[in-house]
């Protein structure tokens, strides 16, 4: 043994690289968890302010649409124009809830950490296959 080192220091010197290789993998995945939770927060605040503003101004329109549609038929079938106003409001209400029901339950998030993670998995596997043969 030329080096020096005994068996016990190599094994010792084997688990520190391979513990900081751990940690350095770690670390990656992590940072790449916190990249994507930001970018995330930030396309979710520019889409809430977005829709708040579309909100805003799709019930203004509406409710001028509505107004106008009672008007017109003020001398004939009022009550029939505020209700057909009434059910047409409503049922798009309840379609546009469906629909963001349906878009809520979609998972996205940290999608490219837990795919990493996943692969990290599958190579460690197929290592630990490699060497048993």
């Known amino acids: 043994m030329v080096s020096g080192e005994g068996p016990a220091q190599r094994l010792f010197g084997a688990g520190r690289r391979l513990l900081s290789s751990l940690v350095a993998t770690g670390e990656t995945r992590l940072r790449l968890a916190v990249l994507e939770l930001e970018e ?48 047409v409001l409503l049922a798009g209400g309840g379609l546009t809830a469906l629909m963001a029901l349906r878009l809520a339950r979609r998972h996205t998030l940290l999608k490219e950490t837990l795919a990493q993670l996943a692969l990290d998995r599958h190579l460690m596997e197929e290592h630990r296959d490699a060497s048993r043969r």
């Open 40 to 87: 995330e927060r930030a396309r979710l605040a520019t889409l809430l302010l977005l829709l708040g503003l579309s909100l805003v101004l799709l019930l203004l329109g509406l409710g001028m649409l509505a107004l106008l549609v009672v008007v017109l038929f003020w001398d004939t079938h009022r009550l029939a124009a505020i209700l057909l106003c009434a059910a």
